[in-house]
């Protein structure tokens, strides 16, 4: 199995300022992914990250809001920017990984924008 | 895109009884069909997950039944534990996968 760490695990933050999310793997992977979950709510995909390129990013999600790199094979970053209170989530990296590329997950960052 | 729905949203059971929750998908080319069970505080975790060649696959209390032609498959729990209290979803796909919105699954004393 893949295992997935995420800093930081937590943070209140003021409206208007920046949070940057570190997602280390402990394999090299292909694909990253990287998914909020706002309180109560499914998992939604805000992007891939590509190693090498450009993020690719869903509907509804723009490169301004969530940058992310991806300098390596085995870490990626998410910055929220100028965050609002609707910005409060739980931010997850996830990696497929294995023979069958199952789909492992960190244990998330909880972002509190007040 | 994926459509994925995920029934029922809340399901209440007696220990020892059994859970069946369904996910149906609009995506005819999706392969892959996995289960998470999320518990507070945590990040999804697999517990059981499909391939498309593949009916029904069992791990001890946890099965999936697949049904390609309709499209939906299902997580049954056998033997229901207090541990077995979480959030389940499913998320069919591929190299990308869609999550459900989630089923709630409460075990009662």
């Known amino acids: 199995s893949a295992v997935i760490s995420q800093k930081p695990s937590r943070d209140i933050c003021q409206r208007g300022t920046s949070l940057t999310i570190q997602c280390q793997v402990d394999s090299q992977v292909t694909m990253m992914f990287w998914y909020r979950q706002q309180p109560g709510q499914s998992l939604t995909l805000i992007a891939t990250?590509?190693?090498?390129?450009?993020?690719?990013?869903e509907s509804g999600f723009v490169i301004d809001k969530f940058p992310i790199s991806r300098p390596n094979l085995t870490f990626s970053t998410l910055t929220v920017s100028n965050m609002s209170p609707e910005d409060s989530s739980i931010y997850l990296c996830s990696v497929p990984y294995g023979v069958a590329d199952t789909q492992y997950f960190g244990p998330g960052t909880r972002l509190t924008v007040l | 895109g994926e459509n994925v729905e995920q029934h029922p949203s809340t399901l209440s059971v007696q220990e020892g009884d059994s859970a069946v929750i369904k996910c149906t998908y609009s995506d005819s080319a999706s392969n892959y069909f996995p289960w998470y069970k999320q518990e507070l505080g945590k990040g999804p975790q697999l517990i059981i997950d499909?391939?498309?060649?593949?009916g029904e696959k069992k791990d001890q209390r946890i099965a999936v039944t697949l049904n390609k032609t309709a499209k939906h498959f299902s997580l049954h729990i056998t033997e229901t534990q207090p541990e077995d209290s979480a959030v389940y979803f499913c998320a069919p796909g591929d190299d990308k996968i869609i999550f459900g919105k989630g089923t709630r699954l409460h075990i009662l004393p």
């Open positions: 499909i391939r498309s060649n593949v």
């Open positions: 990250a590509n190693q090498g390129s450009e993020a690719t990013y």
